[in-house]
């Protein structure tokens, strides 16, 4: 099950780090992951659970859940009878298609799913083709290795450009509605985009590795791809072009919101709820009941003893009545205590964009924790020890311990996505903002002076903090099936200076 969690941990800008999960779906009926994230803080930060609750710590975080990309190979989208492109030309080509509000609907659906795959297997082709560079014996021809890659891109991307384009005359008509011919139109320039991006991209890995004889006639045609994607987007009016002169804000917008509308159908429906409403309401019910009744008790006493009216009975009522507010406070307190353990902070429910599907739940919770409360396992994965406590300055760290617990509903995902192919899991992506980590850093750039022949001489030296993340993935099923990852974030007063993968 830990498996089937993957992980990749990335620099979204200079201040979010993006942690991104996969979550594949298992053949059980329901699918179950529990992931805990400890954060090792500097104390030197002076992060504190007095000064970070956790209302900062979710002010920080911005989640996305959205479905897992369906994982084609290129040739899979001429040939695969379940492709979009495949699905769209069955779609059209039942009579009165036009007139069917449904049918207009999951053309626009899967002209997005046909962009947010794409993208996705064009940058699959190129981790493939890194895969097969970085693991070349030392001496060896790297080009026998990718050379069908290279050959494979460029066959294929022609011929998914030429099948969705001679879709044009079919949407191009007075009778088809103007939201599928806009979607049409943006799918066009995103794919046109995509293409010519990785044609770049493709080239400098020609120049790269490609054998001698071949890399003149690749950069040709890979040159020859650029410039018909150019030229085609400028003939069909789209502004996304560069241009040499201008400032390309336009290219650059306009690339970023396409991209955005393709995977929007991938997108779920969450709903935050926070967890325990109910039954902390109870329990706090109850403490003021209890309260209630020592100071009920106390007045009946006093008053059977003394009497009404008596100035002792008054001073009982005042004493009671402290007490009563007293017994009340503890009570919510300790109530407040015991929910904090036993209770997540929130609940997400998973749903599709319509909401007529309930797909899962995700439940949160983050605390400061002690050092006695951390698992050996994660200790020894942190590496604590001497010089551990030199880099905090002796100090030791503050930990925040960050628990998900994810269940997914294998059955309502292949209700849900009938027309999606392949639908394997989700993606749930985490981009957290550490700028509240930075306040009481020192100065990026110090000053130190050393000797040489006798001369003093200055130079600039780096100052640094690290940030240790450990990832504990277990099934809630056994304590045996456990998963540990690190991960260190190297700050500097300035944001994300780099992110390093450390080997456990």
Sequence with gaps: MIEAIQQSVKLHDQYQVEIKLDYELLEAKQTYYKITTYFFLPQSLGITKDNYSKANFYRDVQNYIRLKTPSFILRDFTENLTSPLAVIEKMISVEN????????DKIINQFKILSAMLKS???DHFKLIEHR?????????????????????????????DKFRSFYPIFNRPNVDTEVFTAYAFTDESISLLFEESAVEMSRIVVDYSKKSQRVDYKQQLNAMVKAETKHRRSFGYPSILSIDGDNEEYVFRTSVLKKYAASVLYLSTAVRREGVGLEQMLFAIAAGISMIFATLVAFYFQWWYGNFTFAFFIALVIGYMFKDR????????????????????????????????????????????EDEIPNR??????????????????????????KEVVLYT????????DVPNTSGINDIMRYDIRAYLNKMADPIQEHYYLQEEQLLS???????????????????????????????VLNREGIKRIEHVPV
Excluded: M
């Design 411 to 418: 059955d309502a995902f292949k209700r849900a996505f009938v």
């Design 378 to 403: 994660v200790i020894r994965t942190r590496n604590k020890g001497h010089f551990t406590d030199l880099d905090n300055d002796g100090q030791g760290e503050n930990v925040i311990r960050y628990t």
């Design 121 to 123: 297997s064009i940058r």
């Design 97 to 104: 298609w036009t007139s069917n509000p449904k049918c207009r």
């Design 459 to 489: 130079i600039q030296c780096h100052k640094v903090y690290h940030l240790n993340i450990i990832y504990r993935y277990a099934s809630p099923n056994t304590d045996k099936d456990k998963l540990f990852t690190r991960t260190r974030l």
């Design 133 to 161: 560079i970085d693991e070349a014996n030392p001496g060896s021809k790297i080009h026998l290795f990718i050379h069908n890659l290279v050959e494979e891109f460029l066959v294929e991307s022609q011929k998914i450009t």
């Design 327 to 370: 017994i009340k406070e503890i009570g919510r307190t300790l109530f407040s205590r015991y929910l904090d353990n036993k209770l997540y902070d929130r609940r997400i429910v998973i749903k599709t964009q319509d909401g007529k599907h309930k797909l899962g739940t995700l439940k949160e919770k983050v605390r400061f924790i002690r």
